[in-house]
């Protein structure tokens, strides 16, 4: 079965600094990766997805996340972190032959101090 | 990009009463839509997973006859919770699948905050 680790609970950043959050991954062959951004109470937003190809992927809002098979992992980066970033972010993981079911992180929590 | 609504956004019931979820996809359609439960500070727990115009199939541990899931057309599921009771109160969020090209990616919806008193 799949399933993502997301190791820190919380990320603090100050406003302006470069911003990463870390997610590893274990997965059944080739995986589809996924990172979503949750504000309170609020569901989840699309931020961007691995599927083949360019190892970088380039997401909403200036986030990008960089796909590297050899340590299963796909961090999300940002280079200029903004007060609007606080929240809270999901790595996700599925497996390419299609069901679909998405293991998610536990989450981290983004803090962009001012 | 893909829009995902849910209806009601906040819902507060008695306990014994049922209380129902819609989860709309509003510009594409979706064969398959997904119903997620999060508790506060905590990630998603994937509750079933809804087939347009077949059952639903459930996670382990899930009862489907205390929520009990309907996808009767291809841009529509809803989540009925029966008989609720106060550990039912949680944030449910649905999410759908857009198997449109190059995306075959899961939109989710705001989520509807269930409290039963």
């Known amino acids: 079965a799949q399933s993502v680790a997301q190791p820190e609970d919380q990320v603090n950043v100050a406003e302006g600094n470069p911003l990463t959050v870390k997610c590893t991954y274990s997965?059944?062959?080739?995986?589809?990766l996924f990172w979503y951004v949750q504000y309170p109470n609020r569901g989840l937003q699309f931020l961007l997805k691995?599927?083949?190809?360019?190892?970088l992927v380039k997401g909403s809002y200036g986030f990008e996340a960089e796909f590297n098979k050899s340590q299963t992992s796909f961090h999300l980066k940002k280079p200029s972190a903004l007060v609007s970033d606080s929240a809270l972010y999901f790595c996700?993981?599925?497996?390419?032959?299609?069901?679909?079911?998405?293991?998610f992180g536990k989450g981290n929590q983004v803090v962009v101090i001012p | 990009g893909a829009v995902v609504s849910q209806h009601p956004s906040r819902v507060i019931c008695k306990s014994g009463t049922s209380v129902k979820i819609e989860c709309r996809s509003l510009?594409?359609?979706?064969?398959?839509m997904f119903w997620y439960r999060q508790f506060p500070k905590q990630s998603l727990m994937l509750m079933a997973t809804?087939?347009?115009?077949?059952?639903?199939?459930?996670e382990q541990g899930v009862e489907k006859d205390k929520f009990l899931i309907n996808h009767a057309s291809l841009t529509l599921s809803t989540l009925t919770v029966t008989s609720a009771h106060p550990e039912d109160s949680s944030f449910y969020i649905c999410?759908?699948?857009?198997?449109?090209?190059?995306?075959?990616?899961?939109?989710f919806g705001p989520g509807t905050r269930l409290t039963v008193l």
């Open positions: 510009d594409f359609q979706a064969t398959t």
């Open positions: 809804s087939n347009e115009g077949s059952k639903a199939t459930y």
């Open positions: 691995y599927i083949t190809g360019d190892n």
């Open positions: 999410s759908a699948r857009d198997r449109g090209t190059s995306t075959d990616t899961q939109y």
């Open positions: 997965v059944s062959g080739n995986p589809y």
């Open positions: 996700a993981v599925t497996p390419h032959y299609g069901n679909n079911r998405l293991a």
